[in-house]
C-alpha cells in the first residue's frame, strides 16, 4: 500500500518551498505509464479527483528519484 503522506509531502515541498518544475511525475495510466511534470500532473489529475494518488509509480527531482513506487 503507498503511503499517501510521503507523496503529499514531497507535493507540498515542491509547490510551496522548491521549484516544481524541477519535478517529474511517473503514474500508471491503465496499461501505460505516462511521465508529466507535477504541475501538469496535478492540472490533468484534477488535485486527485481523475487520477488518484495511488497510481504515482515514481517522483524525480531532475535525475534523483525521491520517491519510488515498489512494483510486485
Do not use: C, W
Not at 55 to 72: A, C, L, P, V
Request: aromatic share 12%.
Amino acid at each position: 500500500m503507498v503511503k499517501k503522506g510521503k507523496i503529499e509531502e514531497i507535493f507540498s515541498k515542491a509547490l510551496y518551498a522548491d521549484n516544481a518544475s524541477n519535478y517529474t511525475i511517473t503514474y500508471r495510466d491503465f496499461e501505460n505509464f505516462k511521465q508529466v511534470k507535477l504541475r501538469d500532473f496535478i492540472i490533468l489529475s484534477e488535485n486527485f479527483q481523475l487520477i488518484p494518488i495511488t497510481r504515482i509509480i515514481k517522483i524525480q527531482k531532475g535525475n534523483e528519484i525521491i520517491y519510488q513506487k515498489h512494483m510486485q
